[in-house]
């Protein structure tokens, strides 16, 4: 850093595409309004943007820079900006517009990046996953893990030679755990080398039984890696749903507004304190779950376009409670424009503070504030204190972003009738009982998974999910309302084999304007696609097989999306009072927007190295489709004879049906394996 004044000094190092390292910083800490600023203008100047430090921060500003000596200090550019976005970092005074020290950025600097793996060779207890990726020299990141937990002492595995060997080192798990694996299924995982060990020092990683010596399966570690430092900026996702808050019991507190806004379910409680307006959300919800509150997008009956909402929930992954201000331009998930999105994804500020959580016994406490009037006019609504004004609430599943998704809720997770409240008003307590007294009832039993078998032409259209017993007890992913239909069945599992042609008739919608009716297909690694909405870096960890090419810059787009055909409910969603997919069928009717119009085609040839689980997906949005199993060339008739046929078959039956066709004699044959595996 070059150094105009105040005692600027450091080294700046590019960590990866987003993320910059100062070695040794200094500052003297005495400028009013001083922060580390970024920005595309030939030098340094107020046309920037602040790079938030620490990047976690309590308030509605990001703190001003404290005193540093000799601070080594990460920074992660924020709004999903990459330094090929950006030509310098600054040290800069907002309120004086002074350049205290500044580095520019090298064009077409050639950053660290991830580096993308083989999977896992398998050799055991079904071992398998999708391609392994070194996310930086400590972070294997590895996805649709797959693995039987039948091996008494087996433990993630790395060391040298030409195969993996007694002398190893044991990796901890993804929580941190050095308890003997257990089992996964299809789960995406990430790991980090102990101690100084890093991927420089290794030269394979296994999953090794210990006891047994014996070699689960393996991925060889290249010697040419440029991968980025381990300097904490890759934070491990668990999936732990621990919570160490100490709570009290839900009861009604005394001398506090409160209004019950979903029965049994959520009620919220406020005070109006100088300029702000304070709000307690309380709900019974799950970990996986938001609870959501704010002013409807029409006074006078709830409505969600253009409502301006507070979705709040706990963080299971940064294991903190969390309140972000949304917008909804439209009933669609967010796609970084448009949407149920959060307001910093589409160029606005989190102008809620969170002040408080807790949970206990199920029952979750989160309470924020916010200014009544904040200076957003377009994604922020005034909470006006001279009238009584419609407001709205919905519980519902968070997704992998940890985003509320949209169109994901029955008639009794959103307010269906028109809820208003004064926030004027004092001792306004209308909540009837403590959320602690509420026993939630055991939901319907799922749909059995449907398969397709043989067929070469397969259809693609949108349509309804079930409910509670169709797309999320199917997949265990939260879904946003809408999911794949093809040959007109609810997400099937499809049988394709390798060297054989398949063509999908695609009619999911190619009206790039509305995201709620876009929906290209493709083909992927991933269990949840959304493709378009991925970073670089994320990108690289999914293969994707067929429905994506790129442009002339190296831009991903689809290639299948065709006109939008949508399964409708005829009146209402019964799918919870009926009992098979073909009784829910006959509620739904197929709608075409545009009866000329044409469908997209999306060809596609299984090569040989297909591995033998992957997915059709929507590009443009997370949790639409489902499995394709990949065989090798002739199984699938040996499951279904030579009729062609698909229907409701379960998963298990199929797998049952195709081992034994695959291996005759199987239990006669098979010898019994040694003790322990």
């Not at 976690?56 to 703190?63: A, D, L, Q």
């Not at 026993?439 to 070469?456: A, F, M, N, Q, V």
């Not at 599992?493 to 042609?501: A, D, L, P």
Request: net charge negative; charged share 20%; hydrophobic share 35%.
């Amino acid at each position: 850093l070059t150094n105009f004044g105040h005692g600027i000094k450091g080294q700046v190092f590019a960590v990866d595409e987003s993320t910059l390292f100062v070695k040794g910083f200094a500052y003297d800490g005495n400028a009013p309004d001083a922060f580390f600023w970024v920005g595309n203008s030939p030098r340094p100047s107020p046309e920037g943007f602040i790079i938030p430090y620490p990047e976690e921060y309590s308030g509605r500003e990001p703190p001003v820079l404290q005193q540093h000596t000799n601070t080594d200090i990460i920074l992660k550019l924020p709004m999903g900006k990459r330094i090929r976005d950006i030509r310098w970092l600054s040290v800069w005074c907002r309120r004086f517009t002074v350049d205290f020290g500044e580095i520019f950025i090298p064009p077409g600097l050639d950053v660290p990046k991830p580096r993308v793996l083989p999977e896992f060779k398998r050799l055991a207890h079904g071992l398998r996953s999708s391609n392994i990726s070194i996310l930086d020299a400590k972070t294997f990141y590895i996805p649709n893990l797959h693995y039987d937990g039948a091996g008494p002492d087996a433990y993630f595995w790395v060391g040298n030679g030409s195969e993996p060997n007694i002398m190893g080192t044991k990796v901890p798990n993804e929580l941190g755990s050095l308890d003997p694996l257990r089992g996964y299924q299809g789960e995406d995982i990430e790991i980090q080398l102990p101690g100084n060990l890093t991927v420089y020092d290794i030269d394979w990683l296994a999953v090794w039984c210990v006891e047994y010596r014996h070699n689960f399966g393996h991925v060889y570690i290249p010697k040419d890696l440029d991968v980025p430092p381990a300097l904490g900026q890759t934070k491990i996702a668990t999936t732990t749903t621990t919570s160490s808050v100490i709570t009290q019991p839900t009861s009604k507190p005394a001398n506090v507004n409160c209004k019950e806004l979903l029965r049994g379910k959520l009620n919220v409680m406020w005070e109006v304190m100088d300029d702000f307006i304070v709000i307690e959300l309380v709900g019974r919800i799950r970990e996986d779950q938001y609870m959501a509150f704010g002013i409807s997008g029409s006074h006078g009956h709830p409505q969600m376009i253009g409502a301006d909402v507070v979705v709040a929930f706990y963080d299971r992954r940064q294991r903190r409670f969390r309140a972000e201000d949304y917008y909804m331009s439209s009933l669609a998930q967010c796609d970084g424009k448009l949407g149920v999105c959060p307001d910093e994804r589409i160029g606005g500020k989190n102008d809620v503070e969170i002040l408080s959580g807790d949970r206990s016994h199920g029952v979750t406490k989160i309470k924020y504030r916010r200014l009544l009037q904040t200076n957003e006019a377009v994604n922020d609504r005034a909470y006006p204190l001279d009238r009584q004004i419609s407001v709205i609430a919905a519980i519902g599943p968070l997704n992998s972003r940890d985003e509320a998704n949209a169109h994901s809720h029955t008639g009794t997770e959103v307010t269906v009738d028109d809820v208003q409240i004064d926030f004027a008003s004092k001792n306004d307590h209308t909540c009837t009982d403590a959320l602690d007294s509420f026993r939630e009832e055991d939901g319907p039993e799922p749909w059995p998974s449907r398969t397709i078998l043989g067929e070469k032409t397969i259809t693609a259209r949108i349509g309804p999910t079930g409910g509670k017993r169709g797309y999320t007890p199917i997949t265990g992913h939260p879904s946003w309302g809408i999911a794949w239909y093809m040959n007109d069945l609810l997400i099937p599992e499809i049988y394709v084999e390798r060297g054989q042609t398949y063509t999908f008739i695609v009619e999911g919608g190619d009206e790039t304007t509305q995201p709620a009716k876009y929906h290209p297909l493709y083909i992927t690694s991933s269990n949840e696609g959304g493709y378009g909405q991925l970073t670089e870096a994320q990108k690289r960890r999914e293969t994707v097989y067929a429905g994506v090419e790129y442009d002339a810059d190296g831009y991903a787009y689809p290639t299948a999306a065709g006109r939008y055909c949508e399964w409708k409910h005829k009146t209402i969603d019964r799918s919870a009072e009926i009992a098979t997919f073909d009784e829910y069928k006959k509620t739904l009717q197929l709608s075409c927007d545009d009866p000329n119009g044409q469908p997209a085609y999306l060809n596609w040839t299984v090569v040989d190295e297909t591995p033998d689980l992957v997915y059709y997906q929507c590009f443009t949005h997370r949790n639409l489709g489902w499995k394709i199993h990949v065989v090798n060339a002739g199984e699938t008739s040996k499951i279904s004879g030579s009729h062609g046929l698909y229907g409701s078959v379960s998963s298990t039956v199929l797998y049952t049906l195709l081992l034994l066709a695959l291996v005759p004699g199987l239990f006669a044959l098979l010898p019994l394996p040694p003790r322990g595996f």
